[in-house]
């Protein structure tokens, strides 16, 4: 791993912990007397400083010490939480940010400075001390543990551009620590290369955090090192304290043999100047297990060894490479069954079918790994929120349902700005003024909530405010207005679609948030994009939900193969209710369009040779597939069904993308290509025909 490498590493940790110091800003404001909250806070400022330095990112470094210094004044009793601190803190964020950016911070920045240098602390702290003083306290309210680190850097870390001080001075902030040098591999002089590094160290520390915080002051270097963290179990079965003798210490570290240290026992001398003076051991190993016995008989509190993390980071566009051989492998696997039946061979076909589970597994799993829990993404909202409650004069408090729910990762980052219109209208146009809240019996704070669940093979997101909900007639009159909608119109789901019309708005003046009919266009324009579907439910006075239902991946669909005219086409399996035959109960409904009665409902048929303009008619019994979109079940007329198929979407050409009935395409086990069908599209082109 290169220097650039490790910078890029060091950008992507930055950016992770950015989102999660902003959530505990806003969640502190409403608990400011939670200084787990402040620690979280704190924690967070402090890796970024530390690790900024540790690879040049040296304007980030020192603007973060600022904003560090500042809530271990809190931390420490100086100062207590109010709402300009929050918002410094905030804005801090947004500062950082930029800073990481490579941007120099401007005004922003010395204006931060500023406001945080004129905070008036009560007790000030002389510079010595903001700038040397150890952070021991970062383990209070905690257990302390005891870990043991054996580090042993490549001999040619230092030719990457990293420095070892500022990771030694990091984990000596965690809590007490003993650092030793072990130069046992450093050469004669003569053989000496001054730009190698022959060093070990071996590390034993005292603190209040968890092994992953330990071993993430190592998470730039870890990969061209000999890294092992051993946390040092202090305690008996019964609780008891145990001191580990300096022999037992050294057999743990692989130093000594049990024979050996009994030999060293016998002689009536200390058992560490015995080791030395025969040879078994350096000077700098005795001293290191002395400090770890020391620091165990200091310790008293009961605290549980806590396992490794088995976590790996790996950057998204490696794992995006995966699924796309994942797919390949599919594709593969397909025409290996597909020939398999031809040839009719037993252990061929029994190959084909051990190779399909095996790659149905491994997808999965690759699946799997991609997948994460929305809590992250939905919390983030909270720092819109706040804004926005600010910016509208409103009161409005976010709530958040089914954080747990799993999604692709790739598709959470495409939900973000569709999401984000959605809130910024909820709030500007949904949730009403306090006072117009109370004079309707509301509690004056105003609820945006964002729940999510699993249903399927899909995750429905569901954005719902407590406002005033659409004003269907007002959306009737814009639309009639603008000639969208016919004046006789009464369908109250058409009327309230008009607000997904590009450039469609009621608002009687613009803002900056809001009111120039931008953003629910975009909203289902991207929805849409993404295969997913949008719906709305409101109730007039009493507020609105906008419903998000996306597929779990992108990649790969279960799917229903169809054949029509002598083509094969795909129709997603998660909008699929069953296959029926096409029977003498299809009659017309006097419009020209079909209809069955399917089990005492009625059912409009819609013939896909009509929707894709195949002029010529079938001659055998077609066969209707029943399916359910957005609200409304419809049969589908096909020529035949082929069965169900896993199959991997591939974008459409340029040259057939303006086709809406088309939404991708995919490789069958021949080798032919069939076409995926956008159910959602076809249904709303009938739709479309009826009222002309």
């Not at 959530?23 to 404001?29: A, C, Q, T």
């Not at 975009?522 to 993404?530: A, H, S, T």
Request: glycine share 8%; with cysteine; charged share 25%.
């Amino acid at each position: 791993m290169s220097f650039e490498d490790n910078k890029d590493l060091f950008l992507e940790e930055a950016r992770d912990l950015l989102p999660k110091i902003e959530n505990g800003l806003v969640v502190l404001e409403k608990r400011p007397e939670d200084m787990e909250l402040v620690n979280e806070v704190f924690r967070g400022l402090h890796t970024i400083k530390g690790s900024g330095a540790m690879f040049g990112f040296h304007a980030v470094s020192e603007f973060a010490h600022h904003v560090e210094n500042l809530f271990d004044d809190i931390r420490s009793g100086r100062l207590a939480i109010n709402h300009f601190i929050i918002d410094v803190g905030l804005r801090s964020v947004d500062c950082i940010s930029l800073l990481l950016e490579g941007s120099d911070g401007g005004e922003l920045k010395a204006q931060l400075i500023q406001d945080i240098q004129g905070i008036d602390r009560g007790v000030q702290k002389s510079a010595e001390e903001q700038s040397t003083r150890p952070t021991e306290n970062l383990a209070e309210g905690k257990n302390l543990q005891i870990y043991r680190i054996s580090f042993k850097p490549q001999s040619q870390l230092l030719h990457r551009g990293v420095r070892l001080e500022p990771l030694f001075r990091e984990l000596s902030e965690l809590g007490a620590c003993h650092i030793t040098a072990i130069a046992d591999d450093v050469p004669v002089i003569e053989k000496l290369d001054p730009s190698s590094l022959y060093l070990s160290w071996i590390i034993t520390i005292s603190t209040g955090q968890e092994i992953n915080t330990v071993r993430s002051v190592f998470m730039f270097v870890e990969d061209y090192s000999e890294l092992i963290v051993t946390p040092i179990s202090i305690r008996d079965s019964e609780g008891a304290v145990v001191v580990p003798k300096i022999g037992q210490i050294l057999i743990d570290r692989g130093l000594m043999e049990m024979s050996e240290v009994d030999e060293i026992r016998q002689a009536q001398k200390p058992f560490g100047e015995v080791a030395i003076d025969k040879g078994k051991v350096s000077k700098e190993h005795v001293e290191s297990a002395l400090a770890e016995q020391t620091m165990v008989k200091t310790i008293s509190a009961d605290h549980e060894a806590r396992q490794e993390s088995s976590t790996v980071r790996v950057k998204k566009e490696k794992l995006d490479g995966l699924i796309d051989l994942v797919g390949e492998l599919v594709i593969l696997q397909a025409m290996l069954d597909q020939e398999a039946k031809k040839e009719s061979s037993s252990v061929f076909a029994s190959l084909s079918e051990n190779l399909g589970r095996l790659s149905a597994d491994l997808r999965d799993t690759v699946m799997s790994i991609r997948m994460v829990p929305l809590v992250d993404f939905f919390t983030n909202f909270q720092r819109l929120i706040r804004d926005l409650s600010l910016q509208v004069g409103k009161q409005i408090r976010l709530e958040i349902s089914g954080e747990d729910t799993e999604l692709d990762k790739n598709v959470i980052e495409l939900l973000k700005d569709p999401l984000v219109h959605i809130i910024r209208n909820s709030a500007d146009h949904g949730i009403e003024t306090p006072e117009a809240r109370t004079r309707a019996g509301k509690n004056p704070v105003g609820i945006i909530s964002i729940g999510a669940r699993q249903v399927g093979p899909r995750v429905e997101i569901s954005v719902s405010d407590d406002g005033a909900g659409l004003d269907v007639e007002k959306i009737k009159a814009r639309a009639v207005e603008r000639r969208l909608l016919d004046p006789g119109e009464t369908d109250e789901g058409r009327i309230m679609q008009m607000i997904f019309e590009p450039g469609f708005s009621t608002a009687e003046k613009t803002t900056d948030i809001s009111g120039r009919g931008v953003g629910m266009d975009v909203v289902k324009r991207n929805i849409e994009r993404l295969r997913g579907e949008v719906s709305l439910s409101s109730v007039r006075g009493r507020g609105l939900t906008v419903t998000l239902s996306i597929p779990l991946t992108l990649v790969i669909i279960e799917a229903l193969l169809v054949r029509i005219a002598g083509y094969d086409y795909v129709i997603s399996l998660s909008q699929v209710q069953e296959c029926v035959d096409l029977t003498s109960e299809e009659r017309g409904d006097g419009t020209g369009n079909s209809i069955m009665n399917l089990r005492g409902t009625t059912i409009p048929i819609i013939s896909l040779r009509e929707s894709l303009m195949i002029g010529q008619k079938y001659d055998g019994m077609p066969r209707l597939v029943i399916v359910n979109c957005e609200g409304s079940t419809v049969g589908l007329e096909v020529d035949s069904v082929a069965g169900k198929k896993q199959v991997v979407v591939k974008p459409l050409s340029s040259a057939i993308r303006h086709i809406k009935a088309i939404s991708g395409a995919t490789i069958l086990g021949d080798g032919s290509v069939a076409l995926i069908l956008d159910v959602s599209e076809i249904i709303r082109a009938r739709e479309n025909a009826r009222t002309r």
